[in-house]
């Protein structure tokens, strides 16, 4: 015996809820929560979506099999991103081969902790004593040397410029929920989309190039996929395909990380009490002059309670999704398949049943006796269950290798309005909306 | 104190077991994790707390008794 699910009032003929996900997202979600309670459904374009909240109806999410409710066929905004052969054009069982990914794992970390932070050295080196800069533009650069130093490897790195920025803000801002009527439709962000995808093509392209050029013998993941052959002998990955990897490899981690180092200076920079608080921490952990190590950066937890906050007030990613595959019963709901199925991060890190004072900035809701971050089906930035983020040790670690560097070198204020900074949520990858400038100054105790 | 596991969870990618190999291995056939010693000694409390922080799936839990 199933019950009917709600479903949300307004919407559009046609396009249903689609415009209004569009123009306020986060809006949308938590109407639907108030309206509907703990299931409601709402329609984008000719696609039914029905939404989970709470915790009880949020772990029975996270926990279905990918088999009943599928990632893959939920995210079509991706597709025209990653490419044909990549990602969510993949079987289930080959993602979850690609998931034990040896790279985010924890002995291939501790040589990270100082990359990551010799780059964020690199960033600044030509900052000067006092001046201003743009959170968008500086961390989506330094995020991009990271992980590419990172995940694929320092001569890679070395390879890439920041004209490369760019190209990336154009992939990300190429996911506009429209794609749920036709990701090809001919708009300016789709055409901007495609050019990108082309131009890190040819980038990629003319890295193998010169590679053969210079008779080099390069080791590192981009250069074992080129070599991987057909039982004929032709080369298993074209260079699209290549490419295509490295875009969902750097995706997952890019934006993300970039974004959430913005929010959480800028929310220090709005909590003077917690600034003091880690910057005190920062110092006498590294006042032996120590280098900034992996073990060095497992024991920060003030710094981690304030990137939890962030985490949780602003999370990167603001809605998961998956499609039915078969049907899906929620106590007396059953959600048929074909149907969409959703559980908003957003909604979910401010529930007041799993967050005292929800929409207070307040670390210390992380730290022992609290630990607010234990109902893991209620706080999750980095998702939960299976799917749950498998960067998630690895971002935090990048974080803190970040702060641990700027932190201790500069002091820093906000150069707008503290309401003036927001998210831009026009699109499924959440940025910074620019202008977004933070003033720096180097610290007394240490200017040259 | 206990280890309690939720093999609905685990996904095998063995970060347990670079925590704490005293505690912990991974099935070879179905890639899950299995616990080496049910009550651990207070000596590895360290190690098993890190392994259930660290647990990309977050499927281990540290109970006390």
Redesign the interface.
Known sequence: MSVAIPRLSGGVPLLGHLLELRRDPVGLMQRCRDECGDIGELRLAGQSMVMLYGEDAQEAFFRAPEEQLDQAAAYPFMKPVFGPGVVFDATPEQRKQALRNRSLRDQAMRGHAQGIAAETERMTASWGDAGSVDLLDFFAELTIYTSSAALIGPEFREELNAELVPLFHDLERGTDAIAYVNPNLPLPSFRKRDRARRRLVAFVQSIFDRREAEGRESKDLFQVLRTIKNPDGSPRYDVTTITGMFISLMFAGHHTTSTTSSWALLELCRHPEWMARVVAELDALFADGGDVSYQALREIPTLESVLKETLRLHPPLILLMRKAMTPFQHKDWVIEPGQMVGVSIAVSNRDPHAFRDPQRFDPSRFEPGREEDQRIFAYIPFGAGRHRCVGAAFAMMQLKAIFSILLRRYEFELAQPPESYKSDHSKMVVQLAQPCRVRYRRRAELAS | MKIRVDL??C?????CV??APELFALDAATSKVVVLEANPPEALRAKLA?AVK?C???ALRLVEQ
């Open positions: 609905d969870l996904q095998g990618h063995g970060v670079e925590e890190a660290y990309p799936t977050r």
